[in-house]
């Protein structure tokens, strides 16, 4: 191994580690996509015949808002593959279809986003639903990538369940596994439609919150925890009282916080109550795992392995909490969300808590990989020749994206002032707001913000493909006390 260090090489790596790099890369890609097409959205906003009948907005935000969900999907995906041989203690059960069905799915994200640049529209048919657009925002894709999302989703869990049930079974395992079994199961939810628009989006929720909100945040805690062992050598029983913890919040945070979604689709007035009080809890245990941990290793004197990703776990404990947590509870108790719903706050609370929850822990997860694909090589202080393309990198994401989101906020106080609370929700009062001097101002600093943030992911980009490559120093790893 010690002649490895410092080139890729995929001796180093194993069955399912090889897998999650092509998550990984895949992954990658998508985020660029994503960026690249929310940069030309936020123009639009500002030039609205920028690339009309060519490119049109409602286009390119569908493009932006599906490759975040399929990168982040991806990055999630890879990063269970790049724990599982390891917690099981077992070699990957099922890997050649686990590469096939990569490959498969990777071809129809590919088809699908062709089709969304250059096909966009098609008729109000049975067909169209199937093949081009479903026409559910945020969950646009067509049918048959549904089913195609559902096989994927239920190979990789047979992959994961067989693994551990011949392996080693541990916390981190059952949670996963019940997890998955969520994830496939709340996806269908979003498979069919009902004529009725109140039940029709009451089931379109379940998908848009339930599936990210719930499942999404399980898998994070599970890899989370993982992670904290590795850089930090935390001992696991504390991580995983957290992770238990964690799937008990859920139960009265994510899934009874969907009803701040119900307030205005018809839905019964008690969930204004229920919605408006257990939107904010799902983030804490998690910023109560990192405490925890880090806490934990400074007792017992362990440095960490790997300064980027721990700087990037520490960014996803707080940018989870405020971006899921504050920036979410501030505008979900129903006598607030009368006024913000739909409008640039919104979308503030969108931005930071996806990047906040979910772009950081994958971020996390890349260098994790990138140190073991370059033979276990040297990541933590001192780095040779590249130490500050991560430094800058996380800087300006993270400034980027706050500074996105305080603008999106200020853009959201003009809409609910003018358009809610003096015009009433009128049209007039949609278009005043929109030509107001302080929203088209807030516009111009998320474009401004948008292209650091750019900035910022190209030098992550450029870190990843450059860190550790004229080191000869090994890592020195921490143990967790099992």
């Not at 699908?112 to 109000?124: E, I, K, S, Y």
């Not at 239920?154 to 080693?168: D, E, I, M, P, Q």
């Amino acid at each position: 191994m010690a002649a490895t260090i410092g080139k890729l090489d995929s001796a180093n790596l194993n069955g399912g580690q090889k897998l999650a790099v092509k998550y990984f890369i895949t992954a990658m890609v998508l985020f660029g996509a994503q960026v690249l097409f929310g940069l030309i959205s936020g123009l639009q906003y500002l030039k609205p015949d920028l690339f009309y009948e060519v490119l049109d907005f409602n286009v390119n935000r569908m493009v932006h808002i599906n490759a975040m969900i399929v990168w982040l999907l991806y990055g999630f995906l890879g990063s269970v593959y790049w724990i599982l041989e390891d917690e099981a203690q077992h070699e990957v059960v099922g890997l050649k279809l686990g590469n096939l069905i990569f490959w498969v799915l990777t071809a129809a994200v590919a088809v699908v986003v062709l089709v969304f640049l250059f096909v966009q529209v098609g008729p109000g048919k049975e067909s169209s639903i199937w093949l081009i657009n479903e026409g559910r925002e945020y969950i646009e894709a067509p049918r048959w990538a549904d089913i195609g999302i559902v096989v994927s989703v239920l190979t990789f869990f047979y992959n994961v369940a067989a693994t551990f049930s011949k392996g080693r079974y541990t916390g981190i395992g059952g949670v996963l596994l019940l997890d998955l079994l969520a994830l496939f199961g709340i996806y269908l939810a979003g498979m069919f439609y009902t004529t009725n628009i109140s039940i029709d989006q009451y089931w379109w929720w379940w998908v848009i919150h339930l599936w990210v909100e719930a499942t999404w945040e399980v898998m994070v805690a599970c890899t989370m925890a993982y992670a904290l062992m590795k850089v930090l050598g935390v001992r696991r029983k504390i991580v995983e009282i957290w992770l238990y913890i964690e799937v008990a919040l859920m139960f009265g945070s994510g899934i009874l916080g969907i009803g701040h979604h119900y307030f205005w689709i018809g839905t019964p007035e008690y969930w204004f109550t229920i919605g408006g009080f257990f939107s904010a809890l799902e983030p804490i245990p998690l910023v109560a795992m990192v405490v925890h941990a880090i806490f934990d290793a400074g007792a017992n004197k362990i440095k960490n392995s790997n300064h980027p990703t721990m700087a990037w776990l520490i960014a996803h404990a707080f940018g989870n909490f405020f971006g899921a947590g504050v920036w979410g509870f501030m505008h979900t108790l129903p006598q607030i969300n009368l006024y913000t719903h739909g409008t640039q706050w919104s979308a503030s609370h969108g931005h930071f808590a996806f990047f906040g929850a979910y772009a950081t822990i994958n971020i996390a997860y890349f260098y994790i990989a990138m140190q073991q694909w370059r033979g276990k090589v040297w990541m933590a202080g001192d780095q040779i020749g590249n130490g500050w393309k991560w430094k800058w990198s996380i800087g300006l994401l993270n400034l980027g994206m706050v500074g996105m989101v305080m603008a999106m906020l200020v853009s959201g106080y003009v809409q609910s002032q003018i358009e809610r609370a003096i015009e009433g929700s009128t049209w007039a009062g949609y278009f005043a707001a929109q030509a107001h001097p302080w929203f088209v101002q807030g516009m111009w600093w998320r474009e401004i913000f948008g292209v650091m943030f750019a900035v910022g992911f190209v030098l992550l980009v450029w870190d990843l493909m450059t860190v550790g490559k004229h080191e000869t120093r090994s890592m020195v790893e921490a143990k967790s006390a099992e």
